[in-house]
């Protein structure tokens, strides 16, 4: 059974940090996935942050969080990372961690409607 529970989300003043984690059980993050993040704030649509593929190690972010965010992936571990810094209001929203078999490219990799398995999100709040 495939699961993906992320964590490391909380509250953090605007310019600060956080990494959030995407532990994945049913499946090696070495087979043939792609794991995304996406966020969700309220009265919006979900978007597509960032991605990883494990076929090749190839990354797509978001125009909104690029030279920000950093995502990464632990095989011994089984976990994807997002390394988000200089956080900004505008990035408080649920942060979810997503996966499909494949390999990614520009024109797929942020819609969710791709991704077959999801976690149940983690809460980042960006706050003064």
């Known amino acids: 059974q495939v699961q993906l529970v992320e964590s490391g989300g909380g509250l953090v003043q605007p310019g600060g940090s956080l990494r959030l984690s995407c532990a994945a059980s049913?499946?090696?993050?070495?087979?043939?996935?792609?794991v995304g993040w996406f966020r969700q704030a309220p009265g919006k649509e979900r978007e597509g942050v960032s991605c990883i593929s494990s076929s090749d190690d190839s990354t797509y972010y978001a125009g909104s969080v690029k030279g920000r965010f950093t995502i990464s992936r632990d095989n011994a571990k089984n976990t994807v990372y997002l390394q988000m810094n200089t956080l900004k209001p505008e990035d408080t929203a649920v942060y979810y961690c997503?996966?499909?078999?494949?390999?990614?490219?520009?024109?797929?990799?942020?819609?969710?409607?791709?991704?077959?398995?999801w976690g149940q999100g983690t809460q980042v709040t960006v706050s003064s």
């Open positions: 049913g499946f090696t993050l070495d087979y043939y996935v792609i």
């Open positions: 997503a996966a499909m078999p494949g390999t990614p490219d520009g024109t797929t990799w942020y819609r969710p409607e791709n991704y077959g398995w």
